[in-house]
């Protein structure tokens, strides 16, 4: 699968970047939400996980901006986030459905997210 990973912390990107290359997936890495609109419009992803909170642009305006100018990438979308105990950050993910996993993620865990974002 091609991938976009949104992802500000570069180390984090770069293992979850690795992790996901065992499978063969070929991932882009995009620093923020802005960054990652950019890329949206130059190509094609078959998922977007993202990163909820990230500078400029963060993970729920990204799905907000994705919502607004191409709502058929929203099944795509996926979270991968430390912040998933946070008042808002339940919110936001109860309100759009949207599957999320836990940093930091194992191999099993993008496994299954990618196979939950991929079967909608």
């Not at 992803?45 to 990438?73: H, N, Q, T």
């Not at 339940?90 to 079967?119: H, M, N, V, W, Y």
């Amino acid at each position: 699968m091609r991938i976009l990973l949104v992802e500000d912390d570069r180390p984090v990107a770069d293992t979850l970047a690795l992790l996901l290359g065992v499978d063969r997936h070929r991932v882009d890495i995009a620093a923020d939400g802005i960054e990652a609109l950019e890329r949206l419009r130059q190509a094609s992803y078959d998922v977007i996980l993202c990163d909820v909170r990230m500078p400029r642009l963060d993970g729920p305006g990204l799905y907000a901006r994705v919502s607004a100018e191409c709502p058929e990438l929203l099944p795509r979308i996926g979270f991968v986030t430390a912040t998933s105990d946070e008042p808002a950050t339940q919110e936001f993910l109860a309100r759009t459905g949207a599957p999320c996993i836990e940093k930091p993620a194992a191999l099993d865990d993008l496994r299954r997210i990618l196979e939950r974002l991929t079967s909608r």
